[in-house]
């Protein structure tokens, strides 16, 4: 059974920083696309970075481009996400995702987490 569990996110200030985590569990965690993807309330999900199974480039949002850093431990089956010089629009539940076949950009996830909240005061 496939398993991606989320941490570390949390309430901070404008400005500020947070890492999220993801522990993934019950598959080859090394031939997935991994990705975070993100929701604000009143608005539909969208994909803020994900990067592919061997590492390679990464894809982000435009909006988050300079500020936030994905990466993987394909030893250990995690993914990370650095979020820097947050915004108040970075408010959202964050949740982890996992790709078998297909381009890591395609938003057709096959395994999510459950979310972890992040909000940013101003």
């Known amino acids: 059974q496939v398993q991606l569990v989320e941490s570390g996110g949390g309430s901070v200030q404008a400005g500020g920083s947070l890492r999220l985590s993801c522990a993934a569990s019950?598959?080859?965690?090394?031939?997935?696309?991994m990705g975070w993807f993100r929701q604000a309330p009143g608005k539909e999900r969208e994909k803020v970075a994900v990067?592919?199974?061997?590492?390679?480039?990464?894809y982000y949002v435009d909006s988050v481009k300079g500020r936030f850093t994905i990466s993987r431990d394909n030893a250990k089956s995690t993914l990370s996400l650095q979020m820097s010089s947050l915004k108040s629009e970075d408010t959202a539940m964050y949740y982890c995702?996992?790709?078998?076949?297909?381009?890591?950009?395609?938003?057709?996830?096959?395994?999510w987490g459950q979310g972890s909240q992040v909000t940013v005061s101003s």
């Open positions: 995702a996992a790709k078998l076949f297909g381009s890591c950009e395609v938003d057709d996830y096959d395994y």
């Open positions: 019950g598959l080859t965690y090394i031939s997935y696309c």
């Open positions: 990067i592919p199974p061997f590492g390679g480039t990464p």
